[in-house]
Nanobody, 124 residues
Framework: QVQLVESGGGLVQAGGSLRLTCAASGRSFGFYTMGWFRQVPGKEREFVAAISWRAGSTYYADSVKGRFTISRDNAKNTVYLQMNSLKPEDTAVYSC?????????????????WGQGTQVTVSS
């Protein structure tokens, strides 16, 4: 069992930066592939980024590639999402998710555990 708690969301102007943090409780955090997803009301949840459990390989949606960076600190049971050059279209609720020993996936159904989400609002 893993519990995930996100923090770091807020209001920022276009072009600004935010760093989201996802703190995990429970054992064996190092065995979980971690992902970040976002959702806007009325739309489906969208994959943002993922980092694998084994080699720490990273994967990004085309819409955020070059602007966002996912990283993890297994000693602290934490995964981060550094978001730079933010755009108004990045406004959403961002949630982290965990997948036990699975390869990365852009499909939210493949993840076992979810946090409650944190709101990111980018003003123009």
């Amino acid at each position: 069992q893993v519990q995930l708690v996100e923090s770091g969301g807020g209001l920022v102007q276009a072009g600004g930066s935010l760093r989201l943090t996802c703190a995990a409780s429970g054992r064996s955090f190092g065995f979980y592939t971690m992902g970040w997803f976002r959702q806007v009301p009325g739309k489906e949840r969208e994959f943002v980024a993922a980092i694998s459990w084994r080699a720490g390989s990273t994967y990004y949606a085309d819409s955020v590639k070059g602007r966002f960076t996912i990283s993890r600190d297994n000693a602290k049971n934490t995964v981060y999402l550094q978001m730079n050059s933010l755009k108004p279209e990045d406004t959403a609720v961002y949630s982290c998710a965990a997948r036990l020993m699975g390869i990365w996936s852009p499909n939210s159904d493949d993840y076992n555990y979810w946090g409650q989400g944190t709101q990111v609002t980018v003003s123009s």
